[in-house]
């Protein structure tokens, strides 16, 4: 194994272009002669050199904290390339196996939906058993062993309208990656462009055709660095700019990067050391917010791609961020706690606590007077500036809610929908906190919902295959459409005529809806 000078030279050069140093890398690749080396054409990931520097740190830490007996060393503190380490012996340190299970958010998915998938398998079996059991009773009771049929109806399907099956004419299937498609987003200025994230270390861009008969075009790929094994290869976060212009992405290996919509790498953002759980842009577009399982949140500069401030309240991994306005933003942690803060502010304006679980997702209603935030511990709270303790708790789903969204500022009310590991979603009125409606249709976990931008419709997706459209008003189901795999996450299009969906089998679907 030998590296040399010439290798790191132009990984130090590939660096300084990626990070928008042009007059600085020109004059290095002239000083080190790297137009002359024989590497001067390699074809090397972005991020190369952060990515070997990351692998070091491992190995150093490893090194410092692993016993001769192979046993693993309790250490918190952080492992830098620069300065002496100093163990923190208060703190136990959790094993690497544990961090990886406790922190992606696919692998609890995964967990939850395998829990809930048990659970059906053994009810079916119990009714199974019930209804043999039962036909047997029958049988001695008649003394008829061939020729028995029951013929019914269903109760839970009288009734009940007739849903609207979307067909496959319209619906197109996006492939191309390779791995499940777990983040989708549309860009807001374009309603025909569509980003998506995948296990397989790729974003991509699509050009969605006006009609299902149109040609599909090739899509952009944005080839992020592969993480550390094949199991870590998550574009785990994405979102546009309020613009359009610039698409920003979060990784498993801890970097985010912002790229243009012709694909080109702009900044790549380093300074978490866990993978990262949630991103947004701030509405003005100079601000990007990302949330890791290294407990901090970071605010970016967009211009730069530097780091502006780092925030360290949280104590567990942090899942979700959101933005009130262009300089106060929220955060939510699987400590249980909900912090608000401000740029150029260290200090916490308000620290929301009250949930006994992890808190999966936290979302500011669209007058921002109101944060929500859902949670293992199965309850959903709704928050105020003006007060610490919640204005409501709403405790009717009977499982971890994992996702929720607020109709848009067009809606005639302030509705809120939850997603709910107890198969059902409900609509909330936040202005009383009464439930409108419970959407019960799916048969597993629901892990995803979303309003139409007109707020008259919402979308939901199941691992049970199935995306749902409901009719707000009354909480009719209108249109369903099934998958070739589970839903990981949908999202409609800004002007509501396209509906994404990603799939468990490395695929997407944008269905064309009428409504």
């Not at 046993?71 to 620069?82: K, Y």
Request: hydrophobic share 35%; glycine share 6%; net charge negative.
């Amino acid at each position: 194994m030998s590296v040399t000078s010439e290798e790191i030279n132009y990984l130090i050069f590939r660096y300084l272009q990626e990070s928008g140093f042009v007059h600085t890398g020109f004059a290095f690749q002239n000083e080190s002669h790297i137009h002359k080396s024989e590497y001067r054409n390699a074809n090397v990931q972005p991020g190369a050199l952060v990515s070997v520097i990351q692998k070091g740190l491992l190995y150093m830490d490893l090194e410092l904290h692993v016993n001769e007996d192979g046993t693993e060393r309790e250490c918190t503190g952080p492992v830098a390339l620069i300065g002496p380490h100093r163990c923190d012996k208060q703190a136990k340190k959790p094993k690497r196996d544990e961090l990886v299970s406790r922190g992606n958010k696919r692998d609890r998915k995964d967990t939850k939906r395998a829990q809930k998938q048990q659970q059906e398998r053994e009810k079916r079996a119990k009714m199974d058993a019930d209804d043999e059991e039962k036909d047997e009773e029958n049988m001695m009771d008649t003394d008829q062993v061939e020729d028995v049929s029951v013929v019914g109806t269903p109760a839970e399907m009288t009734d009940i309208p007739e849903v609207k099956i979307i067909p496959a004419s319209d619906a197109i299937t996006l492939k191309g990656h390779t791995a499940d498609v777990f983040v989708c987003s549309w860009n807001p200025a374009s309603p025909s462009l569509l980003a998506s994230g995948s296990g397989d270390a790729t974003a991509r861009i699509w050009q969605i055709p006006a009609n299902t008969d149109e040609p599909l075009k090739e899509p952009i790929v944005l080839k992020h660095l592969p993480a550390l094994t094949d199991n870590n290869r998550d574009v785990t976060t994405m979102d546009w700019n309020a613009s359009g212009t610039l698409l920003a992405t979060g990784f498993y290996d801890g970097q985010a990067r912002i790229w243009t919509q012709r694909g080109q790498l702009r900044y790549l953002m380093s300074q978490h050391r866990g993978p990262i759980f949630a991103l947004k842009w701030n509405k003005k577009g100079n601000y990007i917010l990302t949330g890791s399982l290294d407990h901090t949140t970071i605010v970016w500069d967009a211009t730069t791609g530097d780091a502006k401030q780092q925030h360290e309240f949280h104590t567990g991994a942090v899942l979700d961020v959101d933005w009130l306005d262009n300089t106060t933003f929220a955060t939510s942690s699987s400590d249980g706690k909900v912090y608000v803060c401000k740029v150029d502010s260290m200090d916490p304006l308000k620290v929301f606590e009250g949930h006994k679980d992890e808190v999966n997702a936290i979302r500011w209603d669209p007058l921002g007077e109101l944060l929500a935030s859902c949670s293992d511990d199965r309850t959903v709270k709704i928050w105020s500036m003006a007060q610490d303790e919640c204005v409501f708790d709403l405790t009717a789903h009977t499982q971890a809610v994992y996702d929720m969204t607020w109709a848009p500022r067009e809606a005639s009310s302030r509705i809120l929908a939850t997603a709910s590991f107890d198969t059902s979603v409900r609509l909330w009125d936040a202005n009383t906190g009464d439930c409108l409606r419970v959407l019960s249709r799916h048969v597993e976990a629901v892990y995803t919902v979303a309003f139409n931008p007109a707020g008259t419709h919402l979308a939901t997706g199941s691992p049970d295959y199935t995306i749902n459209i409901w009719r707000v008003q009354d909480g009719a189901l209108v249109k369903t459409y099934r998958g070739e795999g589970g839903i990981f996450e949908v999202d409609w299009n800004s002007t509501g005529d396209k509906l994404a969906a990603c799939v468990a089998n490395g695929t997407l679907v944008v269905a064309h809806i009428k409504l």
